[in-house]
């Protein structure tokens, strides 16, 4: 079982989801349930991935994040 969510820091859903979604998981935890989040934030990896690496830790999440590339897929 798997969960895919896509989020961004300045999505206001998001913000209020990712909380929820790491309670339900460490609820969960027996259940072996796999979470992919992908982050939507627009910028260089560089510059994204330690804004979000911040902001987790600011939410004091435990989650881990993709980035969406913008690459088209065909």
């Known amino acids: 079982k798997s969960i895919l969510s896509f989020w961004a820091t300045w999505c206001s859903p998001c913000v209020i989801e990712l909380p929820r979604i790491q309670k339900n998981l460490n609820a969960l935890a027996s ?10 934030d627009s910028g260089p ?13 600011s939410q004091k999440l435990k989650l ?5 590339s913008g690459a088209e897929l065909l």
């Open 31 to 40: 259940k072996n349930i796999k979470l992919f989040l992908v982050n939507e």
């Open 45 to 57: 990896p560089e510059q994204v991935f330690p804004e979000n690496e911040a902001w987790f830790v």
């Open 64 to 68: 881990s994040s993709y980035l969406d």
